[in-house]
């Protein structure tokens, strides 16, 4: 895969739109054609004709190409959030009647959307620890339509073998949906190993820049188009042009943005992982993760998120992080800055829903240097 041109150059028709270096955005809410004949066509394939910026914009198009192209997949369809890419993507496998099996701690509207949302619609799930391959064996009933990963998930980086449970579910005919979001298309691509659908809060690393929230789906054509005619048209959830064009924009510096923060989240990691006041480090590339193997197997590297259990009670966790001075305390992540979310933040309700204890932190790095992020985690560390 030619991951510069496609970033740089892929769906860009310079001579289009006067030969200018960056795509333009085209504004308009609404398409107009010279006769009766042409407006037909455009009606009659508005999933890749302008004919309403509901449904096809010449922006979003060349967005839609690069980010399907990055995915190895055949379309992409791009929504106003990751959680709306999602909801879409679950909605066009399963209906009333039907079984799904979904992996335990996935994102808390995910979870959602599974457990309070789909069950008023007849749909129920299972939730698996997908790390143990016969746990979504046993799962499987003759209803079940719906397989669905968060590899890794974004808190804690669980994984689940995407080619083995791929085996599992193509004799059942049960689709594969990923959340890809944690490694973006750069460290990772689900469909060259059986994923039926791959899904992305564009918000984090496609966006790059803390500035869009967006979401998308990727896969073959038959599906995309099935999910333009029902879920996408009807539920509305588009993005504008204009954010389009941000992550265009975005999508120019995204393999060099995520190598930074790659290179530099290891070198923090492995610094990290023995010191005294580190209970458990969670990061895919750990050397101390049980999953090592099979990161290595299936994803081109670990990215900038990474979580650390710190030997500290929650007024020692509020020292730490308010002692911090280069992460700025927020969620999502994919930027330029780096983050830190303490966990002992959330309303105890939703902590406990997500099983997660107050001692766990989560970090992101983002353009930043080793030494510097390093320096700043361990002199807050000392306040511990």
Request: proline content about 5%.
């Amino acid at each position: 895969m030619d991951i510069p041109h496609i970033l740089n150059f892929l769906g860009e028709d310079h001579e289009d739109y006067f030969h200018a270096i960056t795509p333009p955005v085209i504004q308009s809410s609404n398409f107009c054609y010279p006769t009766v004949k042409t407006l037909r066509e455009a009606i009659l394939n508005e999933v890749h004709a302008p004919f309403y910026t509901r449904g096809y914009n010449p922006t979003v198009a060349i967005l839609r190409k690069k980010l399907a192209a990055l995915e190895h997949a055949e379309d992409a369809l791009v929504f106003a959030s990751g959680t709306a890419a999602m909801v879409a993507a679950v909605m066009s496998v399963v209906k009333g009647g039907d079984h799904a099996v979904c992996v335990q701690k996935p994102y808390s509207w995910t979870n959602s959307l599974f457990n309070k949302y789909l069950v008023e619609y007849g749909v129920t799930a299972t939730m698996v620890d997908g790390t143990d391959l016969a746990n979504i064996e046993k799962a499987i009933k003759p209803n079940t339509k719906l397989i669905y990963l968060e590899t890794p998930n974004s808190i804690t980086f669980e994984l689940q073998d995407i080619e083995a449970i791929s085996k599992i579910a193509k004799p059942h005919g049960i689709a594969i949906v990923v959340d890809n979001s944690y490694s973006s298309p750069i460290c990772q691509n689900p469909i060259t190993l059986g994923a039926d659908l791959v899904v992305h809060s564009a918000s984090k690393y496609i966006g790059g820049h803390s500035d869009v929230v967006a979401g998308v789906v990727c896969g073959s054509k038959e599906r995309m188009e099935s999910i333009f005619h029902k879920e996408f048209m009807n539920l509305g959830g588009i993005i504008s042009p204009h954010d389009a064009w941000l992550m265009i924009r975005s999508l120019r510096t995204l393999e060099l943005r995520v190598n930074k923060s790659v290179e530099v989240a290891q070198k923090v990691v492995d610094a990290l992982e023995n010191h005294p006041k580190v209970e458990k480090m969670y990061f895919p590339f750990s050397k101390s993760n049980p999953q090592l193997a099979l990161a290595k197997r299936q994803m081109k590297s670990a990215t900038g998120l990474f979580s650390v259990l710190l030997k500290a009670d929650e007024k020692g966790i509020e020292r730490f992080c308010d002692n911090l001075k280069r992460f700025r305390m927020a969620c999502s992540w994919g930027g330029y800055e780096s983050l830190c979310y303490p966990f002992c933040a959330m309303p105890e309700e939703g902590r406990k829903m997500s099983n997660l204890p107050v001692n766990l932190v989560r970090f992101y790095i983002g353009i930043d240097e080793p030494d510097l992020v390093l320096g700043d985690i361990t002199q807050a560390l000392e306040k511990v």
